[in-house]
């Protein structure tokens, strides 16, 4: 067999074995759904995302979710399950938490130009992590990439 064959080959067998190690991408709506059977697990969902920023009127103000003058926001990242919650859920289902190259995974910044990172928030993506139980509900980041 010669060379360049041969490293087709074993490429192709290192992503199989890679594709076999990584479970199934559930919908976020299912987590969301019956977060006690996940709390603790390790979990692989597809979700959108959404700003969970609150924002304040000053420096020294309380941040709130709704204010009309506000000039400073920041907030965790929320999983979006797109569609309405229970009213006994809480507006921020599950959160997300963890760092990524070195900078915290949050919303924040001046209102009508809060920016989340490392997330594109008109993009679906497939996180892997693992469900904290906190209040609200944290999924603790490991890894994540852009749905196909």
């Known amino acids: 067999m010669d060379r360049s064959l041969a490293q087709r080959v074993g490429a192709a ?5 890679l594709a076999a190690c990584t479970p199934t991408a559930k919908p976020v709506q299912e987590i969301v759904s019956d977060l006690d059977t996940y709390v603790g697990e390790k979990v692989v969902v597809t979700t959108k995302l959404r700003s969970g920023a609150r924002c304040r009127v000053d420096a020294g103000g ?5 204010c009309r003058d506000c000039q400073y926001c920041k907030g965790p990242l929320v999983v979006d399950t797109g569609k309405a919650l229970p009213t006994d859920v809480a507006d921020w ?5 963890g760092t990524h ?3 915290p995974i949050r919303c924040e910044g001046p209102l009508n130009g809060v920016r989340c990172r490392p997330f594109d928030l008109d993009r679906t993506y497939v996180i892997r ?18 749905a196909r």
């Open 129 to 146: 992590g693992s469900i904290e139980a906190t209040a609200p509900p944290k999924l603790l980041v490991s890894d994540f990439w852009e």
């Open 13 to 17: 067998a290192v992503g199989m074995a």
């Open 93 to 97: 289902p599950l959160v997300l938490g």
């Open 62 to 66: 309380e941040f709130k979710a709704y």
């Open 101 to 103: 190259g070195g900078q």
